[in-house]
């Protein structure tokens, strides 16, 4: 990202596709979690764990819905390792990226954020 002016001397803010991509908001990936969306419940021994730290939110709810972190990634239309180093707590993720996950599984952004 970086910035130019334009011809009337307005600042611009100038992307790589690829930062535009990790800031919009999938639709398609949202439309179809709705029609998949199912009732997800986590135990309330996950619930401590989480409460604890030891198990990230996002580790629970992925686990709930039956999905390896691979399919999880396929279905959030981002890579496996972001959901690894997101349940490793090694990332501080684009909202955007969460907003894809959460959709994925049929949640919010809070349900699977610590």
Request: proline share 2%.
């Amino acid at each position: 990202m970086h910035i130019e002016m334009n011809k009337e001397g307005a600042e611009m803010v100038v992307l790589t596709r690829g930062e535009f991509d990790d800031m919009t908001f999938d639709n398609a990936a949202f439309d179809a979690a709705q029609r998949d969306r199912a009732d997800l419940t986590i135990t309330s021994r996950d619930i401590k764990a989480i409460l604890s730290g030891t198990l990230h939110p996002l580790t629970a709810w992925r686990k709930a819905a039956g999905f390896t972190q691979s399919q999880l990634a396929e279905r959030a239309k981002t890579r496996t390792a972001t959901i690894s180093d997101i349940e490793g707590a090694r990332i501080d993720p684009r909202i955007s990226t969460l907003q894809n996950i959460a959709a994925a599984l049929g949640l919010d952004v809070d349900d699977i954020t610590s």
